[in-house]
């Protein structure tokens, strides 16, 4: 899964997608680089980032959606139910939801209603907060319950259950040490029987495993190394921002496990 960030302000390609003419660029190399999937975002959700409404997060994503949508599969990045109601119309296939349908009461109706995919990510708190001290008992178990009752709640809602894919939300709430975790017993959220998406790329906790105590954001062979270590731990979408170099690796690691 690519990124392509139409804002002003995301973490790490914040204003380099921000016209729609070079996020449309941007999405059809990613695809051309190897990415399965073209995730769309019109808000950041970087750790302090406020919201946006959503007319100006249709006015940034719907015009690459629109560009793109019928040439590669294509993903929106997005919590308001109206925002994935004009994407779904304009050709996404994938419904990325980083606050696991609990920001919009009317956003799971949207999604039964296509019998689009999703993905239910964890956040502990919101993207203003969610950096501040966050802790847990044990992180991995509380994801993973988090999880299945956001899967259950979704199934309940007439979203199929075969279409829903589960994400520990890398960096959303979490310390450094929470998303080493995180990969390291990946099984734990594999037994929950659904694929599992792992975001890592270019996230400031690579950058200060790498040894930058004060990084912003982490490096790309950490990045590819973030990718090649849960894709051995059973992850099956990678959601990155370095497709190229992520696709090259992964034919490598793949290789390797036969
Ligand atoms: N991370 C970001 C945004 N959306 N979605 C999923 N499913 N998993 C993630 O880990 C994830 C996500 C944050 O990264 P990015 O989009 O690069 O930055 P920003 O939120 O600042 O736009």
Avoid: W
Avoid at 60 to 70: I, K, N, Y
Avoid at 104 to 111: I, K, S, T, Y
């Amino acid at each position: 899964m690519g990124v392509v960030n139409v804002t002003p302000d995301s973490f790490s390609d914040g204003g380099v997608n921000e016209r729609a003419d070079d996020a449309i660029a941007s999405a059809r190399r990613l695809g051309a680089e190897g990415a399965a999937l073209v995730d769309v975002g019109g808000e950041s959700t970087r750790p302090g980032s406020e919201g946006v409404s959503a007319d100006e997060e249709l006015r940034r994503v719907l015009p690459v959606l629109e560009a793109v949508a019928g040439e590669l599969p294509v993903s929106i990045d997005t919590s308001k139910a109206e925002v994935a109601r004009q994407a779904l119309a304009a050709g996404a296939v994938l419904v990325n939801d980083v606050t696991a349908l609990r920001a919009d009461p009317d956003l799971a109706g949207v999604v039964a209603d296509a019998g689009c995919y999703l993905c239910l990510m964890h956040m502990l708190g919101e993207p203003r907060t969610m950096q501040d001290d966050p802790r847990y008992d044990d992180v991995v178990s509380e994801v993973a319950a988090f999880l299945e009752e956001r899967l259950t709640f979704a199934v309940s809602a007439g979203i199929a259950e075969e279409n829903v894919c589960l994400d520990p939300g890398i960096g959303f709430g979490k310390t450094t040490e929470h998303n080493v975790e995180l990969i390291r017993r990946l099984d734990v959220l594999l037994a929950l029987g659904r694929p599992v998406v792992i975001g890592f790329s270019r996230k400031r906790s690579l950058g200060r495993l790498a040894g930058d105590p004060e990084a912003l954001t982490g490096p790309l062979g950490a990045s590819v190394a973030a990718a090649v270590t849960a894709y051995e731990r059973g992850a099956t979408i990678l959601r990155v921002h370095d497709v190229r170099e992520t696709v090259d690796a992964l034919a490598v690691a793949k290789a390797v496990a036969g």
